[in-house]
Structure formats: structure tokens, C-alpha cells
């Protein structure tokens, strides 16, 4: 069985806003990406540290927010991974003492939040 593709104004409210969310932690990651590449341009481990943790976990973001509206029960649980995964990625870089602030662990949490919802459930599960 295949998916179709709904339009975007066509999706419901909740999936619209995970879509939004989705996109805009990609942009910052590509914009994060692209600043600390310029400040550590000549130290390798860096670049592979931002590459590994910054740059994909945006680009996963944003191939998912294309996804969406295509829906799908694998899309579901892979965007519910992504998010527990980025929420626990956040809460051992706290622990461990890095100070990066509150904004790394509300993207993830809002993922969860908009994918756990009844309307993008609906949507993404074909119920």
C-alpha cells in the first residue's frame, strides 16, 4: 500500500506545527553548522564533532518534515525515536556538564509533543 501525498493546508493543525518545528530545528542546525565551521575551520575533530552533532540530526529533521505529509506507521515511530533520542542526547550532554542551556532539549520535546498528538497520531497511523 502506498501513501499519498496530502497538501499542506490540507493537513491537520498539529502535524502543520510538528512540520514547522521539524524545519526550523533544521535551519538552525544548518545555521550552527555553518558558524562554528567558520570559527574552528582548521581543527578536524571539530569539524567531525559538528558534522556528527549538529549537522545530521538537522538534516534527519528536515528529510522527516518532507515525509510527513506522506504519513505511515515507520514515519511515526521513527519520528518518536528521533525525538526521545534527541531529548536523551540532551539530557546526558547536562549531566555531563556541557552548558548549551534549555534550547537542545525543546526541540526534541516538542517533537514529542506534536507527534504524540491526536490529530498527526491520526494522520501519521491512518486511524
Known sequence: MTATRVPFRHLHRDVRVLSIVLYVFAAMSLLGT????????????????????????????????????????ALFSIIVLYGIGGALTALVSIAAGVDSGILPMTFPVLILIFALKKGTRAHLLGA
Open 34 to 73: 555553518a558558524g562554528t565551521l567558520v570559527l574552528y575551520a582548521t581543527n578536524v575533530l571539530a569539524f567531525l564533532f559538528i558534522i556528527g552533532f549538529v549537522f545530521v540530526p538537522g538534516a534527519v529533521a528536515f528529510l522527516l518534515a518532507m515525509l510527513l505529509p506522506q504519513g505511515g506507521v
